[in-house]
């Protein structure tokens, strides 16, 4: 256990929590390894490194068990024993056995090939690859289809057992770990073609990593509802939880959502890293111009910043990065939020509850009374809301808050619909700023484009990279590597529509005809709309023509 001890130590395991692990051990056993991961101190990918270390033995990777079957003098070995314990036997030869295994040092396991006078070599797996060959063995258990009535608690009782055993805990563990590795804001697991199907969504796209038997499906969800303290046996109705949990040494909240299916029950995990945030308006990938002028906007002492896009289009981001520059000892800043995602410090954050009756209008009702020098609103949604912040801009308050609309001018447009008076947009907007977030193309394999010439021709680009300064058009095709996971691209950047509330767009009549003339408006002075401000972004090398028009065409 000693050399256990030190190659654990390794992989950054700390010293105190291995000596926590082993108190726990000797009062309820267990394996050291398997206790440490399930106290988020050890990486469940970190495994089958460790135990190629401790017995010197070979990783079985994918390829090597693609065409794997069960050999047929598996007959003599009690297969279903072996494979509840994570061991499968994957080679006959020589009168020796070779398993491939989870867990190698099951002492049930040893004892029965040592009483059955078996000898053996150990081969490692991971979950994936232990999942894979359970499903091309012919000794799995069928998949049984789940069943959306109410359970009784006899049932109950055994989905929490099923949901505390743990190959559903390291199954759960391992996703969330792999998810993190690969820097993916949110996880889905949902029904899909009688399988159980994972996706990643890494910068804003949808991956799938894995499909399970969807006989995990219950057990999977089961575990979830647990730790998001959620109803395990309500299978018709949404919910909603929240977990904290610390996988590989990462302090995490996962925002859980569970929507019943015809199938089953769609769960998506959104992660929340507070040590992957950061908050600088440097990073936010802003084009020059533009975030002189927004620097310019969030001094001011009073009025309204606006922010408009869709869901996922990183508003909150954009508003907390604002905060973060504007947070100093001598300003009182008060959020109004649903939810609170991160905290900032310094910053007083307040969550509402509308089923309580504190929903938007009311919190800022009460927040204006606290005297605060900057205001942040999560979402304008109604017309108290929007004119009680109005208001708040026209008494001295920097007003931050975002709404749903397509492009820059829309918000007014929007704003009018909810019933707030034309005379006090005119008065308290600052700027209107639309946003998208466009993948950054991969360093390490971006290569120039091959259809150069006919994209700048079809975009006009010629025209933009001479009213935009760019002497010299570079567009990139991407392509894939190791180091993007075969996507071509790594990270995102904030694509921009500007519209800052100046003395012609307040002349301009907010009726029909305001849209157009105020993009015409936005034009004349330099201003670029959501697709040119992308076109700018890929002519620059930061990203590609492909992209640019997914999220902006």
Not at 493 to 509: C, H, K, T
Request: aromatic fraction near 6%.
């Amino acid at each position: 256990m000693l050399q256990l001890e030190s190659i654990l130590e390794g992989f950054d395991v700390s010293i105190d929590d291995i000596a926590k692990a082993k108190a726990y051990q000797n009062k309820f056993g267990g394996a050291l390894e398997r206790l440490l991961i399930n106290m988020g101190s050890l990486s469940e990918d970190s495994l089958p490194n460790i135990y190629s270390q401790l017995l010197n033995t070979t990783i079985l990777s994918a390829d090597d068990i693609e065409k794997w079957h069960l050999p047929s003098q598996a007959k003599d070995l009690n297969v279903e024993f072996l494979q509840a314990r994570g061991w499968l036997p994957y080679q006959y030869s020589e009168q020796q056995w070779q398993f491939a295994s989870l867990s190698p040092l099951n002492w049930e396991v040893i004892q029965y090939l040592q009483s059955c006078d078996i000898d053996y070599k150990c081969l490692i797996v991971g979950d994936a690859e232990f999942e894979q060959l359970q499903l091309l063995s012919s000794i799995h258990q069928p998949d049984i289809q789940p069943n959306l009535s109410l359970l009784s608690d006899v049932e109950e009782d055994k989905l929490r057992e099923l949901a505390s055993e743990a190959p559903t805990v390291n199954l759960l563990n391992s996703l969330i770990s792999r998810a993190l590795k690969q820097g993916a804001s949110d996880m889905h697991l949902e029904p899909h073609k009688g399988r159980y199907r994972v996706r990643f969504r890494v910068d804003g796209v949808l991956h799938e990593v894995e499909t399970l038997p969807v006989r995990l499906q219950l057990p999977v969800i089961s575990r979830l509802k647990i730790l998001a303290n959620m109803d395990i046996a309500e299978k018709r109705r949404p919910q909603d939880g929240k977990i904290e949990i610390k996988i590989s040494n990462i302090g995490l909240d996962i925002r859980v959502s569970a929507l019943p299916l015809n199938e089953g029950e769609s769960m998506v995990l959104r992660f929340l890293r507070k040590d992957a945030v950061q908050y600088d308006i440097d990073i936010l990938g802003l084009s020059p111009d533009i975030e002189e002028k927004i620097k310019e906007d969030i001094k001011h002492t009073a009025g309204v910043v606006l922010l408009t896009g869709p869901t996922g289009s990183g508003k909150t981001t954009t508003l907390y990065t604002f905060l973060n520059e504007l947070n100093t000892e001598d300003v009182k800043i008060i959020t109004l939020e649903d939810p609170v995602e991160y905290q900032l410090e310094g910053v007083n954050q307040v969550q509402v509850k509308p089923e309580l009756g504190f929903d938007f209008s009311t919190g800022l009702r009460s927040i204006v009374r606290q005297d605060p020098d900057i205001i942040m609103i999560g979402e304008i949604r109604d017309q108290e809301t929007a004119r009680i912040a109005m208001q708040s801009a026209l008494t001295g308050h920097l007003v931050f808050s975002t709404v749903h609309t397509n492009d820059a001018p829309s918000a007014y447009t929007r704003l009018l619909d909810l019933g707030v008076e034309e005379f006090l947009l005119n008065a308290a907007l600052v700027s209107i700023i639309a946003q998208r977030l466009a993948r950054k193309i991969c360093p390490h394999c971006a290569t120039p484009h091959k259809e150069a010439t006919d994209l700048i021709e079809k975009y006009q680009l010629n025209n933009l990279a001479q009213r935009s300064d760019i002497e010299k058009i570079n567009l990139l095709s991407a392509n894939g590597c190791q180091e993007c996971a075969n996507t071509g691209y790594k990270g995102r950047m904030a694509v921009i529509e500007y519209l800052r509330s100046d003395q012609e767009i307040r002349s301009i009549p907010k009726d029909e005809q305001f849209i157009p003339k105020a993009k015409a408006h936005n034009a004349s002075i330099g201003g670029r709309n959501l697709l040119e401000d992308g076109l700018v972004k890929a002519m620059q090398g930061f990203t590609t023509i492909d992209e640019v028009i997914r999220v902006c065409g």
